[in-house]
């Protein structure tokens, strides 16, 4: 690599400070090849944590504690639902996945057995009244 650099300044017993010109600067391109450092080369990783979208099942559980609230798990599916919110706020997502996954279980049951009993509730008056007909 040749560089040719020629500067012209003004001399130091001047009241000015040293003006440096540069009148001419060449650079040459190496050839590709292998490569002048042989040190290994670096490198640098950075991990991103992303927003895990980790369920807390608030809105089904809000859902469940209005029309479905058989025995009341619709309201503890709730109660844990934000628990677990709370829990993924705070930064301990293995409590907030706990506290989810008791809410989904939750959700479940009072899902499941509103089902049922809203079928009871509309069979038995109908197989009652086809009775006494």
Same mark, same amino acid.
């Given at each position: 690599?040749?560089?040719? *650099?020629?500067?012209?300044?003004?001399?130091?017993?001047?009241?000015?400070?040293?003006?440096?010109?540069?009148?001419?600067?060449?650079?040459?391109?190496?050839?590709?090849?292998?490569?002048?450092?042989?040190?290994?080369?670096?490198?640098?990783?950075?991990?991103?944590?992303?927003?895990?979208?980790?369920?807390?099942?608030?809105?089904?559980?809000?859902?469940?504690?209005?029309?479905?609230?058989?025995?009341?798990?619709?309201?503890?599916?709730?109660?844990?639902?934000?628990?677990?919110?709370?829990?993924?706020?705070?930064?301990?997502?293995?409590?907030?996945?706990?506290?989810?996954?008791?809410?989904?279980?939750?959700?479940?049951?009072?899902?499941?057995?509103?089902? *049922?009993?809203? *079928?009871?509730? *509309?069979?038995?008056?109908?197989?009652?009244?086809?009775?006494?007909?």
């Amino acid at each position: 690599m040749n560089h040719t *650099i020629q500067t012209f300044f003004t001399p130091t017993n001047t009241d000015h400070p040293p003006n440096y010109e540069t009148l001419k600067e060449e650079h040459e391109v190496p050839a590709l090849g292998a490569p002048h450092n042989l040190a290994s080369p670096t490198s640098t990783v950075i991990h991103i944590l992303s927003e895990t979208s980790m369920l807390d099942h608030v809105v089904w559980s809000l859902f469940n504690t209005f029309f479905m609230n058989s025995c009341c798990l619709g309201f503890t599916a709730f109660a844990y639902s934000v628990m677990s919110r709370d829990r993924k706020i705070v930064g301990d997502l293995t409590g907030a996945q706990a506290y989810a996954s008791t809410a989904k279980c939750l959700n479940v049951w009072a899902l499941t057995l509103g089902i *049922i009993m809203t *079928i009871l509730l *509309i069979t038995i008056p109908v197989l009652i009244l086809q009775v006494y007909r």
